[in-house]
């Protein structure tokens, strides 16, 4: 049985899954009851959608936190369980030297912005095919494998 992926538009087995990297923002719409019920609702269909390979970066990790303690003043007890939660669920990439000089090549090629670069650089080093960001622009290739897919159009 072939099924067709809704956030891609691409068609795949059951058991196949698509290794990703989930931007900053997909998560805090997850985490956020904000005013915009939709973005939230698809935010936590897409995290935790079961064929999906997850990965961050600890940019990632670090943006969510600081925009969880500013937005609703999170505990640090709290924080720590942010942390171990992503570490347990997800493939988390840290960021080295080779990860910024890629970012610094992205900037220059595509335009991207300085923090934008280092996620998609930790998204090629991750061997990812799909980078699901509401920031970047939709349908974006980069370096012919990976795809930038907004998942709220």
């Not at 992926?5 to 997850?30: A, R, T």
Request: glycine residues 2%.
């Amino acid at each position: 049985m072939v099924m067709q992926n809704h956030w891609l538009g691409k068609k795949f087995m059951p058991h196949e899954k698509i290794n990703c990297f989930v931007d900053s923002n997909i998560w805090l719409y997850g985490f956020l009851k904000t005013q915009d019920i939709d973005k939230s609702n698809r935010a936590n269909k897409l995290i935790n959608d079961s064929n999906l390979n997850i990965t961050v970066s600890t940019q990632v990790i670090n943006e969510v936190c600081i925009n969880l303690r500013k937005k609703t003043k999170i505990s640090e007890s709290g924080l720590e369980t942010v942390i171990k939660n992503f570490y347990h669920r997800y493939s988390v990439l840290t960021i080295e030297e080779h990860t910024l000089l890629k970012a610094s090549e992205l900037r220059q090629h595509y335009n991207l912005s300085f923090w934008d670069s280092l996620m998609v650089s930790s998204a090629l080093q991750a061997n990812v095919e799909v980078f699901y960001s509401e920031d970047m622009q939709h349908n974006l290739i980069i370096h012919k494998t990976l795809k930038i897919v907004n998942p709220f159009l």
